[in-house]
């Protein structure tokens, strides 16, 4: 655990090959979200209420910050488990790429082992973090691939 990690949080950074702006729209488009994570409604503005679906319940979501294309974080509410926050941080890179630093806290901290291997409720992201043989392990356990 670094000096930036706190007991309540789970943290992810990698560095994608797509321009900051790309990755704002993976991370926005709800078409291009559903693709990665779930059906939802998503609309990149402060106070807007979301929800991702899937087959088995919906999480409660709202946006407390948006400022493209640099910085999303919403609420995320789902049943039986603790109100969190995913916190997204894009930054470009030399190479016109992104440095991307997700992180999900307020989780209850009993909970995170089992987070970091299974992911919350099996929905699961990527963001094209596999090409380079990582694995994203994150509240929402990431797998498939960036196609903004």
């Not at 509410?77 to 307020?106: K, M, N, Q």
Request: with cysteine; net charge negative; charged share 25%.
């Amino acid at each position: 655990m670094n000096s930036n990690d706190r007991e309540d949080e789970v943290r992810f950074e990698t560095e994608l090959d797509a321009s900051p702006e790309k990755v704002w729209r993976a991370l926005t488009v709800p078409e291009i979200v559903e693709r990665w994570l779930a059906p939802n409604d998503i609309r990149p503005e402060e106070g807007h209420a979301f929800s991702l679906q899937d087959e088995d319940h919906a999480i409660e979501c709202e946006i407390v910050d948006a400022k493209p294309p640099y910085i999303l974080s919403y609420s995320w509410r789902e049943e039986g488990g603790p109100d969190s926050l995913v916190r997204f941080h894009l930054a470009g890179t030399e190479a016109g790429g992104t440095r991307l630093t997700i992180v999900h806290s307020g989780l209850a901290r009993p909970a995170l082992p089992t987070l970091r291997v299974a992911g919350v409720s099996g929905m699961r992201m990527s963001l094209g973090a596999e090409r380079s043989g990582m694995r994203m392990i994150a509240a929402n356990a990431p797998v498939t691939a960036l196609a903004a």
